[in-house]
């Protein structure tokens, strides 16, 4: 595609339900990426993929989270049980090659604003 | 661990006005910056980036020069629009892939 999508755009549950997040890449971007944003503050780290395999989780926040990215394309982020901490917007970026000491530029879908009631 | 600091807003501007925003970080290593902008309504761009010292990252009048010396990646802009009004975030990847995002500084640029 021309940029990276994810959907839902916004998502209202209540607690204790289970979500789902969806990210679209850009077409042949090998590395993707998920941040979380809490209002007022910059995004922060949650995981990231190279194709289908998970290079680091380190971020997200405990075993409610969880990614896959099976075929090296789309991703889903779920979060189990949700809580209202876990409202934020949830981001996704995408970036051309596995990375490295140079920088790769990461280009970010619109994000999905949870609201967890 | 790597972090950013930026100097906190908002900051507001008359059009045609002068513009610097604060960014020092703390990495071990050899980091890349960045400064992303987020418009209204819109998600996050890269507004430009420098991966080496001494490097200047430029892109729509706005500069930031990277200072290995004082560990800063200030943005600045000499004559700002209304156009520019947005949220900026400075960030680095330092050792892995992931980015560190500073808070972001809101700028309004009044006509």
């Known amino acids: 595609g021309a940029g990276v999508s994810q959907s839902p755009r916004y998502k209202v549950t209540k607690r204790g339900q289970d979500v789902a997040l969806r990210c679209d890449p850009i077409s042949g971007h090998v590395s993707l990426y998920w941040y979380r944003q809490a209002l007022g503050q910059g995004p922060e780290f949650l995981t990231y993929f190279n194709y289908e395999a998970q290079q680091d989780k380190s971020g997200l926040p405990n075993d409610r989270f969880s990614a896959e990215r099976p075929e090296g394309s789309i991703s889903t982020l779920t979060i189990q049980r949700t809580e209202q901490r876990d409202s934020a917007m949830y981001r996704c970026?995408?970036?051309?090659?596995?990375?490295?000491?140079?920088?790769?530029?990461?280009?970010f879908g619109p994000g999905t604003r949870l609201l967890v009631l | 661990g790597d972090s950013v600091t930026q100097m906190e807003g908002p900051v507001t501007l008359s059009e045609e006005a002068f513009l610097t925003i604060n960014c020092t970080y703390t990495?071990?290593?050899?980091?890349?910056l960045f400064w992303y902008v987020q418009y209204p309504g819109e998600g996050l761009q890269l507004l430009l980036k420098?991966?080496?010292?001494?490097d200047k990252g430029s892109n729509k009048g706005f500069e930031a020069t990277y200072r290995k010396e004082t560990t800063s990646f200030h943005l600045e802009k000499g004559s700002v629009q209304v156009s520019d009004s947005a949220v900026y975030f400075c960030?680095?990847?330092?050792?892995?892939?992931?980015?560190?995002f500073g808070k972001g500084t809101k700028l309004t640029v009044n006509p």
């Open positions: 960030a680095l990847t330092g050792g892995s892939e992931k980015l560190v």
């Open positions: 970026a995408s970036s051309l090659g596995a990375g490295g000491p140079l920088g790769e530029t990461q280009y």
């Open positions: 420098a991966t080496k010292a001494d």
């Open positions: 990495a071990t290593g050899y980091p890349s």
